[in-house]
């Protein structure tokens, strides 16, 4: 299966070769969830992301460094539970539940 997304991200100070002013590493996944994993780690890390859609892969995607929370946040809408639906675990740990 081919790469349809990437995510670019910073290479720490200690790891800079000479002569490169801001040096970059990018690195290839089959699906955004994948991506996200990683982009995760390297953001808590402190270093900017930058993500997206490989061509020619539709919709494509840009996800800029300034807006890598958002996505971080951002759930797959498979994952998203559907209007009006509360999971049963919330359910039970409501106030109304009990009552």
Known sequence: ???????????????????????????????ESEGKELARVKYATGLKINAGTINPHEPKRAIAWTDVHRWLDDMPEQEKEPAGNTPVAELALSPAAGA
């Not at 100070?13 to 590493?25: C, E, S, V, Y």
């Open 1 to 31: 299966m081919n790469s349809t997304w990437y995510v670019s991200f910073e290479v720490p100070k200690p790891l800079k070769r000479l002569g490169r002013q801001i040096p970059r590493a990018t690195e290839t996944f089959q699906s």
